[in-house]
């Protein structure tokens, strides 16, 4: 989820309208070629305070809308994806509810 701009620049600064924060975050999906889809929070940020106010954390959600992991930093790309794998493996599996717990530290794996 796009929830907030991290690193405000004059080419992107932080959020003044919705149209705003919107095109800042098509902008980093086409920039960073990612896969998937991103889902972009209120101007106010109401999904990012319901989480937690912790700056670029990123969650795993499982299918029943739980947190099945965090990390405190978004940017560890390839433990994400070793996490992403692990949640798809174990919701293939039929795992109603995932706990996969929290990253510590902010070392990549």
Not at 40 to 55: I, K, N
Not at 77 to 98: K, Y
Request: charged share 25%.
């Amino acid at each position: 989820m796009y929830v907030r701009e991290a690193h405000p620049s004059e080419t992107y600064p932080q959020h003044r309208k919705a149209s705003q924060k919107m095109q800042h975050a098509s902008d980093w999906v086409r920039m960073g070629e990612r896969p998937w889809t991103v889902a972009v929070d209120t101007l106010e940020g109401e999904t990012h305070l319901a989480y937690g106010p912790l700056p670029n954390c990123a969650y795993l959600i499982d299918r029943s809308g739980r947190v099945a992991y965090r990390a405190l930093w978004a940017g560890q790309e390839h433990l994400l994806r070793m996490r992403i794998e692990e949640l798809l493996r174990r919701d293939a599996t039929g795992e109603a509810s995932v706990n996969m717990g929290q990253q510590e530290y902010l070392v990549s794996c």
